[in-house]
């Protein structure tokens, strides 16, 4: 299963490398969204700072809408899906392979988003351990879940509507957490943090295995 | 909850293991006298829980007479929780069996969850209006609640999508078990996170309720059931209805297809419908 | 023991029974042509031998697996080849090829000869399948499967795009395949050339092998029931496909059992 997962999630990376909309679109995506922030909360300082934590995931989730469109996009093309049926791939793996390109597509966007509210908002970084770790888990969370969802609504023509409201509310839960870790690490008390960290990768990990479980199923419906 | 006892003319749960030749003769009304007795009960106790609910049941000390959309509120929000559970079990049992009505029930249950949430949703901003000056508050309970109505109208467009029968029978059933486990963990997370927040001016929407003030909730919780059972009830036998007038349709598809084909053969191939 | 053996098989398009109720019985290197015309079914009946397709009523096994009760097992087993060519656009010829390959877990030495074979190892290899001409892509998804050497070949109207030295490979690679063990089941409207290539035809209508006859209709003359006839002169009249001994009213029966 994960040597059918690196494999899947190497086609994944290696498209979105050679299409580049990734590093072109979403990217930019991200960054206007926290400039469009700037625009509709008074940038005088004082609410930008302390909304940072909020608007880098918000920022985040709003990008993922696009990402986890496009690997889902993948797979609709033409006969895609009758050769990943055909092929033998456990389902499992191709699950976990896309949740990995789109996590590491995410991750990437992290860090830019990073470097954008440091410059952008004057964020002042504390607590690292903290909020890599949350980053880690969170990306996790949102790519696993947004895999699942993804394939739930694949195919369909109302794809790009649907996926957002079924995906976000689910996501709520990573929304709060990562937020609340994030303000504890930026100038809070970063033990506080922690067990929304854990609350994270909990949900990864129950996404994770339900998404390996559901995908051969959703795999087979037209 | 109260037992709807299947009903021998009427197409009840029952009937999803009898034959094509019970499909054949379609009900006129889904209503049987099981469900009429179930329905008189209901509205019994509807107009019981309102005599107690509006007159019989004194205000409340701190809240005075705003209480009373408590009776309402409380139930409903159970009813809504009532509803996903049924419709993540249905959707469980579907999956694993793949008997049909298990889907018709998961959707039936959805429709009333989000009747119920938004009952509960309208009663609580209405309670909240006098009471903190505001009609929405983002406490855990509204702020969950709210969420979970965002879970159901998500899951009903799934369902209402017109869908291959082969991509239905994944998605739809998925999607319906994950709704429980996301109201679980988002109602937990925003607990979890609200609660960081105190505020000792913010009374709760649940306040502490004895006596005459909690047989009038009974009624309430009472009525709601019973509401609940009725609207169930007639959704499902509704659905499995729709179901069966699908089946009936593949017979006669196949037999119109192969006699086609067969007075095809001296026909003009222009005739032919295009399939692919 | 037939490759392929359906019986009164139905499968489903939705709510719509693009199967009607089909026979057909295929043996190991047999090269056996599907015709009708647009909607029979054809592209249908390839894929439910594929396992794509479930077959609700009737008996389909396929390479010794019961496709009622299992479709998935075949599917590594058997090649398609159908309008759609399940190429990444974004990824070059090489690319894809190695993809799929890979994910049937064959070697890159199967990759190199397969692209070999159609004649895609050269300078094409590196360019990505957005650019390529339709026929070109054809050869792709052909070399995809190739590099699979599954059992079975199921090929949609295999020809269409193909110049006709493409054609020409396209029908000596068949004829090998068949002659070294697999079977091939190809649909085409180009009956000239894939008549003389095929072993024998089936004609498929509205769904079924053995169509409904209207009563006042003469019945079909009982043939003999799975005959391979080889057309040994290139311009004979195509032969008639296989029909089951019986009556023409039993599949409709048949159908109505619940199975």
Same mark, same amino acid.
């Given at each position: 299963?994960?040597?059918?997962?690196?494999?899947?999630?190497?086609?994944?990376?290696?498209?979105?490398?050679?299409?580049?909309?990734?590093?072109?679109?979403?990217?930019?995506?991200?960054?206007?969204?926290?400039?469009?922030?700037?625009?509709?909360?008074?940038?005088?300082?004082?609410?930008?700072?302390?909304?940072?934590?909020?608007?880098?995931?918000?920022?985040?989730?709003?990008?993922?809408?696009?990402?986890?469109?496009?690997?889902?996009?993948?797979?609709?093309?033409?006969?895609?899906?009758?050769?990943?049926?055909?092929?033998?791939?456990?389902?499992?793996?191709?699950?976990?392979?896309?949740?990995?390109?789109?996590?590491?597509?995410?991750?990437?966007?992290?860090?830019?988003?990073?470097?954008?509210?440091?410059?952008?908002?004057?964020?002042?970084?504390?607590?690292?351990?903290?909020?890599?770790?949350?980053?880690?888990?969170?990306?996790?969370?949102?790519?696993?879940?947004?895999?699942?969802?993804?394939?739930?609504?694949?195919?369909?023509?109302?794809?790009?509507?649907?996926?957002?409201?079924?995906?976000?509310?689910?996501?709520?839960?990573?929304?709060?957490?990562?937020?609340?870790?994030?303000?504890?690490?930026?100038?809070?008390?970063?033990?506080?943090?922690?067990?929304?960290?854990?609350?994270?990768?909990?949900?990864?990990?129950?996404?994770?295995?339900?998404?390996?479980?559901?995908?051969?199923?959703?795999?087979?419906?037209? | 909850?109260?037992?709807?006892?299947?009903?021998?003319?009427?197409?009840?749960?029952?009937?999803?293991?009898?034959?094509?030749?019970?499909?054949?003769?379609?009900?006129?009304?889904?209503?049987?006298?099981?469900?009429?007795?179930?329905?008189?009960?209901?509205?019994?106790?509807?107009?019981?829980?309102?005599?107690?609910?509006?007159?019989?049941?004194?205000?409340?000390?701190?809240?005075?007479?705003?209480?009373?959309?408590?009776?309402?509120?409380?139930?409903?929000?159970?009813?809504?929780?009532?509803?996903?559970? *049924?419709?993540?079990?249905?959707?469980?049992?579907?999956?694993?069996?793949?008997?049909?009505?298990?889907?018709?029930?998961?959707?039936?249950?959805?429709?009333?969850?989000?009747?119920?949430?938004? *009952?509960?949703?309208?009663?609580?901003?209405?309670?909240?209006?006098?009471?903190?000056?505001?009609?929405?508050?983002?406490?855990?309970?509204?702020?969950?609640?709210?969420?979970?109505?965002?879970?159901?109208?998500?899951?009903?467009?799934?369902?209402?999508?017109?869908?291959?029968?082969?991509?239905?029978?994944?998605?739809?059933?998925?999607?319906?078990?994950?709704?429980?486990?996301?109201?679980? *963990?988002?109602?937990?997370?925003?607990?979890?996170?609200?609660?960081?927040?105190?505020?000792?001016? *913010?009374?709760?929407?649940?306040?502490?309720?004895?006596?005459?003030?909690?047989?009038?909730?009974?009624?309430?919780?009472?009525?709601?059931?019973?509401?609940?059972?009725?609207?169930?009830?007639?959704?499902?036998?509704?659905?499995?209805?729709?179901?069966?007038?699908?089946?009936?349709?593949?017979?006669?598809?196949?037999?119109?297809?192969?006699?086609?084909?067969?007075?095809?053969?001296?026909?003009?191939?222009?005739?032919?419908?295009?399939?692919? | 023991?037939?490759?392929?053996?359906?019986?009164?098989?139905?499968?489903?398009?939705?709510?719509?029974?693009?199967?009607?109720?089909?026979?057909?019985?295929?043996?190991?290197?047999?090269?056996?042509?599907?015709?009708?015309?647009?909607?029979?079914?054809?592209?249908?009946?390839?894929?439910?031998?594929?396992?794509?397709?479930?077959?609700?009523?009737?008996?389909?096994?396929?390479?010794? #697996?019961?496709?009622?009760?299992?479709?998935?097992?075949?599917?590594?087993?058997?090649?398609?080849?159908?309008?759609?060519?399940?190429?990444?656009?974004?990824?070059?010829?090489?690319?894809?090829?190695?993809?799929?390959?890979?994910?049937?877990?064959?070697?890159?030495?199967?990759?190199?000869?397969?692209?070999?074979?159609?004649?895609?190892?050269?300078?094409?290899?590196?360019?990505?399948?957005?650019?390529?001409?339709?026929? #070109?892509?054809?050869?792709?998804?052909?070399?995809?499967?190739?590099?699979?050497?599954?059992?079975?070949?199921?090929?949609?109207?295999?020809?269409?795009?193909?110049?006709? +030295?493409?054609?020409?490979?396209?029908?000596?690679?068949?004829?090998?395949?068949?002659?070294?063990?697999?079977?091939?089941?190809?649909?085409?409207?180009?009956? +000239?050339?894939?008549?003389?290539?095929?072993?024998?035809?089936? +004609?498929?209508?509205?769904?079924?092998?053995?169509?409904?006859?209207?009563?006042?209709?003469?019945?079909?003359?009982?043939?003999?029931?799975?005959?391979?006839?080889?057309?040994?002169?290139? +311009?004979?009249?195509?032969?008639?496909?296989?029909?089951?001994?019986?009556?023409?009213?039993?599949?409709?029966?048949?159908?109505?059992?619940?199975?």
């Amino acid at each position: 299963m994960w040597r059918d997962a690196a494999l899947v999630a190497g086609r994944d990376l290696r498209i979105e490398g050679r299409s580049r909309v990734a590093i072109s679109q979403v990217g930019p995506f991200a960054l206007l969204v926290l400039v469009l922030f700037a625009f509709a909360l008074d940038p005088e300082r004082g609410v930008l700072e302390r909304a940072t934590a909020g608007l880098f995931w918000v920022a985040v989730l709003l990008s993922a809408m696009l990402t986890l469109g496009r690997s889902a996009a993948l797979d609709e093309a033409d006969g895609v899906r009758d050769g990943l049926r055909l092929s033998g791939l456990d389902p499992g793996g191709i699950f976990l392979g896309k949740a990995l390109a789109v996590a590491a597509q995410l991750l990437a966007l992290e860090v830019v988003l990073a470097a954008g509210v440091i410059i952008l908002y004057d964020a002042e970084p504390t607590g690292i351990a903290l909020l890599v770790a949350t980053c880690l888990s969170a990306t996790a969370a949102v790519a696993a879940t947004g895999t699942l969802y993804g394939a739930l609504v694949s195919g369909l023509r109302v794809r790009e509507t649907l996926l957002p409201l079924l995906v976000l509310p689910a996501l709520a839960p990573v929304l709060i957490g990562a937020t609340r870790a994030f303000e504890s690490a930026l100038g809070g008390v970063p033990a506080e943090g922690w067990p929304w960290c854990g609350l994270l990768a909990g949900f990864a990990v129950f996404y994770s295995l339900a998404g390996a479980l559901a995908y051969g199923a959703l795999l087979e419906g037209s | 909850m109260t037992a709807i006892a299947p009903d021998p003319t009427g197409p009840g749960r029952s009937a999803a293991a009898s034959g094509p030749g019970a499909a054949g003769a379609g009900p006129a009304t889904t209503g049987s006298p099981g469900s009429r007795a179930l329905g008189i009960a209901a509205l019994a106790a509807v107009a019981l829980a309102t005599l107690y609910g509006l007159a019989l049941s004194p205000a409340d000390v701190e809240m005075g007479d705003l209480v009373r959309l408590m009776y309402v509120h409380v139930p409903s929000a159970t009813a809504c929780y009532l509803g996903c559970f *049924i419709t993540t079990a249905a959707s469980g049992l579907w999956l694993w069996k793949r008997t049909p009505g298990w889907d018709v029930l998961a959707g039936a249950g959805a429709e009333l969850g989000l009747l119920f949430v938004v *009952i509960t949703l309208v009663t609580g901003s209405l309670w909240g209006r006098p009471t903190w000056g505001t009609y929405w508050t983002w406490d855990a309970r509204l702020t969950s609640t709210a969420l979970l109505a965002v879970l159901l109208v998500g899951y009903l467009a799934l369902r209402r999508l017109d869908l291959d029968p082969d991509a239905r029978s994944a998605r739809v059933p998925i999607l319906g078990l994950l709704l429980m486990p996301n109201v679980f *963990i988002v109602s937990r997370s925003v607990e979890w996170w609200r609660s960081l927040h105190q505020r000792a001016t *913010i009374t709760t929407l649940h306040p502490q309720i004895e006596g005459d003030l909690m047989v009038a909730l009974m009624t309430g919780f009472l009525a709601v059931t019973l509401v609940f059972a009725w609207l169930l009830l007639h959704r499902f036998r509704v659905g499995w209805l729709e179901y069966q007038a699908q089946r009936l349709d593949l017979d006669q598809a196949l037999d119109a297809r192969r006699s086609e084909a067969g007075a095809g053969a001296s026909r003009p191939t222009g005739d032919e419908e295009v399939a692919k | 023991m037939p490759v392929v053996h359906l019986s009164a098989a139905v499968a489903l398009l939705g709510r719509f029974p693009a199967l009607a109720g089909v026979d057909l019985d295929v043996a190991r290197g047999e090269i056996v042509l599907l015709r009708g015309p647009n909607g029979a079914g054809k592209t249908t009946l390839l894929r439910a031998c594929a396992g794509l397709v479930p077959i609700v009523r009737g008996e389909a096994i396929v390479l010794g #697996q019961d496709l009622r009760r299992n479709p998935r097992a075949v599917r590594r087993r058997v090649g398609l080849l159908g309008h759609a060519t399940g190429l990444h656009d974004d990824l070059t010829v090489g690319e894809n090829v190695r993809f799929w390959a890979r994910a049937a877990k064959a070697d890159d030495a199967d990759v190199q000869a397969a692209l070999g074979v159609v004649g895609l190892d050269g300078r094409l290899r590196e360019v990505e399948v957005a650019r390529l001409s339709a026929g #070109q892509r054809r050869r792709t998804a052909l070399a995809c499967l190739l590099a699979r050497r599954p059992e079975l070949w199921l090929l949609d109207e295999p020809h269409a795009g193909l110049d006709a +030295d493409a054609r020409d490979t396209l029908d000596s690679l068949i004829a090998q395949a068949a002659a070294q063990g697999a079977t091939v089941i190809l649909s085409s409207h180009e009956l +000239d050339r894939a008549e003389s290539l095929a072993d024998r035809a089936v +004609d498929l209508v509205n769904g079924t092998t053995s169509p409904v006859a209207p009563p006042a209709a003469a019945p079909a003359e009982p043939a003999t029931p799975v005959a391979p006839v080889a057309s040994e002169r290139p +311009d004979a009249p195509p032969e008639p496909g296989d029909t089951p001994a019986g009556a023409p009213e039993a599949p409709a029966e048949e159908a109505h059992h619940v199975a």
